[in-house]
């Protein structure tokens, strides 16, 4: 190790030591909003499918109905109940200039719970969102909100919780505000990734991406085999490293990657706050390639033409590296918000073959990233806007064949490997039917095997279906005329009296284009009606809005994005 690349060093630990006293005095700004120790599944900056995550997600033991408990003195200024994302969430505004957020609740407390029923029995909803100002409901530190559950996007029990400053409700990094969570953990470097950046870039002696394994070595990683690199021309460099906190085995993201060549910084990124209106660009923070085909996390050492992201500092010539006359010797420091740090260090020879990479040929239309862009033929129309890529790209397109419920062939639009910023808009030709029975065809995304991935909803008009999507790959046009199912899960039809239940619980399922309508009525007055979309469960709270003693009779309606119904009734005494 040099002693220049030492004394940065010295200076990384500096910058922790100064990260470490802020998180000291930021202690007394929030208290822990579970009463169990803080054992994290999540944290923030964690790479995520399309975005950064926002927060840290705290464990629960597997449990739900754990006391959620007010950060820090505020009130609730919003409460919202979604499908996904965050499921059931609130969000507490502070009088120190932040907001705590708290998502995948099972059940707000008796007073919000409250405001709530009110709001969706007005609206006939059960999504509803409710903004309070700061005198409806008035929180101290430390009082009950809810209790902790599994709702919305989540895969398991446990609490989302973020802190964001409420000026432009910009997420920060809750580990910089002094929680009490042990980490003395470094973090695990797993590959270095390296990129030819133009047609005549050579790595190794060829003109594409090289992956190298690495292995530990104390507190060095280094590769698992002898091997040499070299290189010439204009050159890229990605890292693949995870973070464990102690008592977790789950994968966590760093906080800071450095990129040194010749003892010099060319790269930094570090994760102290991420705005939600750029954290897509996390696509191309990442080699969407190998986080998608092969679930590689590799994040780039250079940035793309277009990337809005400002998590990074001290960035030369893009993070790029020029081979002309002489090789580099690659240093890579990766630190925790706790100081942990990992190291990477490597020479990268000059190629000083003859060899010369073999120029393609190629003859497929051009996306300029800053142009709008439209691809016509017979039987497809592709239109994207302007920013839609992170980078000039050719365009790909072929046909293949119909695959089973589809009314027009496969439509191979680029891959599933190529990252899109913006919706791009898709029209598909089909036969030529009614509007009743054009209205039964949807759009929808295919897996690499053909096999359905998400239905992507779309219009039709005249031999036309329209859609638009956020992801490349292969589509097509199927017809969906199946309505959702409904089947009584904790009783049997044949019960008459459920006086001794407190719910009455179902599961829905559809076979295309997904559940969109939901709703129950007892003696003809709407009832609300709970769902959980990833598990299909709906179910009517029976303690809320009691019909009367006696004979009643439930029904319920489902349908689902083509406007497919099923209904199911039910006689019964209370």
Same mark, same amino acid.
């Given at each position: 190790m040099t002693k220049k690349i030492q004394i940065l060093l010295v200076l990384f630990s500096f910058i922790s030591s100064l990260n470490a006293q802020n998180l000291s005095d930021s202690t007394q700004l929030f208290s822990a909003p579970l009463h169990i120790p803080m054992y994290l599944a999540g944290n923030f900056g964690e790479i995520r499918p399309g975005h950064f995550h926002a927060g840290i997600d705290i464990k629960t033991n597997q449990v739900e109905g754990l006391p959620v408990l007010a950060a820090a003195d505020g009130y609730v200024s919003r409460v919202k109940i979604s499908l996904g994302g965050y499921g059931n969430a609130i969000y507490i505004t502070h009088p120190n200039g932040y907001t705590t957020a708290y998502g995948h609740l099972q059940k707000f407390n008796e007073r919000i719970n409250g405001f709530v029923l009110e709001k969706q029995y007005t609206q006939k909803k059960f999504t509803v969102e409710l903004f309070f100002t700061? %005198?409806?409901?008035? =929180?101290?530190?430390g009082d009950t909100i809810a209790l902790s559950g599994n709702s919305g996007g989540s895969g398991g029990p446990h609490l989302h919780f973020e802190i964001r400053k409420t000026k432009g409700s910009i997420p920060q990094n809750p580990l910089k505000f002094g929680f009490d969570i042990k980490d003395n953990i470094s973090p695990i470097v797993k590959n270095i990734a390296l990129y030819p950046l133009n047609d005549?870039? &050579? &790595? !190794?002696?060829k003109n594409e991406k090289f992956i190298v394994p690495l292995r530990k070595s104390g507190n060095q990683y280094v590769f698992q085999k002898n091997t040499p690199l070299s290189a010439r021309g204009i050159i890229g460099l990605g890292i693949e490293a995870i973070d464990k906190l102690n008592g977790s085995n789950n994968r966590c993201g760093v906080? !800071? &990657?450095s990129l040194l060549a010749d003892s010099h910084l060319i790269y930094s990124h570090q994760m102290d706050e991420i705005r939600f209106e750029n954290t897509r660009f996390i696509n191309t923070h990442v080699d969407f390639y190998e986080t998608k085909k092969y679930k590689r996390r590799i994040q780039k050492s250079y940035l793309n033409s277009y990337n809005n992201l400002r998590i990074y500092q001290g960035v030369q010539n893009k993070g790029m590296l020029f081979f002309s006359r002489y090789g580099h010797d690659i240093h890579y420091d990766i630190t925790d918000v706790y100081g942990n740090h990992s190291e =990477?260090?490597?020479?990268?020879?000059? %190629? *000083?073959?003859t060899a010369t990479p073999v120029a393609s040929i190629d003859t497929l239309p051009l996306i300029q990233y800053n142009e709008d862009f439209d691809y016509k033929t017979n039987d &497809?129309? =592709?239109h994207f806007d302007q920013m839609s890529f992170y980078e !000039? *790209?050719?365009?790909? +397109?072929?046909t293949g064949d119909t695959v089973k419920y589809a009314v027009a062939p496969i439509h191979f639009i680029q891959n599933l490997y190529t990252p899109l910023h913006k919706y791009m808009t898709v029209s598909i030709k089909t036969p030529q039917v009614s509007q009743e029975e054009g209205n039964k065809y949807i759009g929808v995304s295919l897996t690499s095997k053909h096999r359905l991935l998400a239905p992507e909803g779309g219009t +039709?008009?005249?031999g036309w279906v329209t859609f638009k999507t956020r992801s490349l790959g292969p589509y097509t046009v199927m017809v969906d005329t199946v309505a959702p199912t409904i089947k009584p899960i904790n009783f049997s039809k044949n019960t008459k009296n459920i006086s001794n239940l407190k719910k009455l619980t179902f599961k829905t399922d559809d076979n295309l284009s997904g559940v969109s309508s939901y709703n129950a009525y007892i003696d003809g007055e709407w009832k609300l009606l709970h769902f959980d979309r990833k598990t299909g469960l709906v179910w009517v709270d029976l303690t809320h809005h009691i019909p009367g003693?006696?004979?009643? *009779?439930?029904k319920i309606t489902i349908g689902d994005a083509v406007n497919n119904f099923k209904s199911f009734t039910f006689d019964f005494i209370w």
């Open positions: 700061a %005198d409806q409901i008035p =929180v101290k530190r005549s870039s &050579i &790595i !190794n002696g906080y !800071n &990657i =990477v260090s490597f020479a990268i020879q000059l %190629d *000083t073959t &497809i129309h =592709v !000039n *790209t050719h365009f790909s +397109y072929k +039709y008009h005249n003693k006696g004979s009643h *009779t439930l």
